[in-house]
């Protein structure tokens, strides 16, 4: 696993051990940001939270392409460490924060993200939980990209947000959401 694009293009990133995580391809990774940066145009000082973050990976490719701090969400201890390694070894960790809490069970952001990014675990009806999360808790601002990839056979209901973009991308679904209130 590495990163994409960006100023830390290429460099590898460390993983939590064992097979609790499933970590979001290459492939995969390079089409979703494709499909944000044909919407955005780019990150540059946009906040991103990534949400089921694992080892960091979509949050860390949103840091390398300039995005201005990002938000990593896991309840799983040895994903955090990974997170925390990671953050340490491209020395981001001052454009950065850990929470060590379920993404499903938000606290109230400090202001809202104009990008959520969420890989979920593959199991039915987990993209909607996540949508139902980050409209509860209040974390995209209007105006915002809600990106959420899931299994290729799991589709996902828009609740409040704008269904943009659906690709499938071996194994996996991504979803762009956009926020119009």
Known sequence: MRIIAGQYRGRPLAAPPGRSTRPTSDRARETLFSMLTSRIGGF?????????????????????????????????????????????????????SVLGTSALALPAPVRPFDVVLA?????????????????????????????????????????????????????ARLSLLFFAP
């Open 119 to 171: 890989d979920p675990p593959y199991a039915k009806g987990s993209g909607d939980a996540v949508i139902e999360a980050v409209a509860r808790a209040g974390w995209l601002a209007p105006g915002g990209w809600l990106a959420i990839e899931t299994d290729a056979k799991e589709p996902v209901a828009p609740g409040p947000f704008t269904l943009a973009k659906e690709r499938k991308v071996g194994r």
């Open 44 to 96: 540059g000082e946009l906040q991103v939270a990534d949400l089921f973050a694992g080892s960091g990976a979509l949050g860390l490719e949103a840091l390398s392409r300039g995005a201005a701090h990002a938000t990593f969400v896991d309840s799983d201890p040895a994903a955090r460490q990974a997170i925390e390694a990671n953050l340490r070894t491209f020395d981001l960790a001052a454009r950065a």
